[in-house]
């Protein structure tokens, strides 16, 4: 893999994708298990945790811009989203997919170019201010604040996305308002659905991160257990949960209910907050994202 040398080459090549807060953070972890930290992606920030990051698009593979690759070339971010959105306004617009009065994006490209310069979406035919969402990097979801049946789609289609291999990106809805993005708050009557996103959402980060940090703790010799965060669904009902094993020191995920299985097999399930209103029972893991707390020991009063 052949980086180019100046800032000049590397120009041509460049392009920008969206990127999300938590993602990144994850991929932080995952560097620094590699010890590579350094070749972080760099990323400008647009709203919540919604940012874009520039790349190389070389044959064969796609290479994040890090720091340490703008001060070799002695250029800045600025310098390097400018050259990749020049190069997006020089390739056709992509067709969008039309679902009722979503339009369907399929085009990383485009989702952070759009991103960047909202006057893209703005020309779209959408009636009153633009929502847009961007669960994975390659999907850019754009809908009207007016129709809640829209939103409620866009809620749908990104839990089914999330299940898939894609990269992920946000869940955080924004509006267009006037010439800038702001996040939007789903209405009342999609909030169902933006609740079964959220967990979706929660399953997919959690289980993103739980292999690196539990090799962490293994190469780092110490015992803990990294919980599996899951999620059951029944008869249209859902909820995220996961399980506190007796004796076994275990670091847990964030879950709305918890299996606490004695030593002798014997299974409680409770809410969450039951352990979160115990004092002294969990303390957060520092820098931990998406937030885990470790368990302090275990709590056989809340058994039975």
Known sequence: MQIPPT????????????????????????????????TLDVVQPIVADVGVGPYLELPGTDVPIS??????????????????VTNSFGRPVPRAERVESVHIYHDARFAATALLRPELIRALPVDGDPVV????????????????????????????????????VSIQPLILHGHGWAPFDWPTSVRPHAATLRRRWDTAQYAAQRPLLQAHYERSGQPHRVAELSLAAK???????????????????????????R????????????????????????????PLMFATRFPAELTH
Not at 19 to 25: H, Y
Not at 157 to 164: C, E, K, M, T, Y
Not at 235 to 260: I, K, Q
């Open 7 to 38: 800032f000049e080459q590397a120009g041509r090549m460049l392009a920008i994708r969206p990127v999300g807060a938590l993602p990144l953070q994850i991929r932080r972890l995952e560097l620094a298990t590699q010890s590579a930290a350094h």
């Open 133 to 168: 969402l961007v669960p994975t990097t390659g999907t850019l979801l754009v809908g009207s604040s007016a129709d809640h049946d829209g939103l409620a789609f866009m809620a749908r289609f990104a839990d089914r996305i999330l299940g898939s291999d894609r990269q992920t």
């Open 235 to 261: 008869d249209g009902d859902a909820l995220t949960y996961t399980a506190f094993t007796e004796s076994v020191p275990t670091v847990l995920p964030l879950a709305e209910a918890v299996v606490l299985v």
């Open 263 to 290: 030593s002798d097999g014997h299974a409680t399930r409770l809410p969450m907050q039951h352990l979160l209103r115990t004092p002294g029972l969990l303390a957060p893991v520092p820098d931990s994202a998406p």
């Open 67 to 84: 720091a340490g690759m703008l001060a070799r070339w002695g250029a800045g971010l600025p310098h390097a989203l400018d050259a990749a």
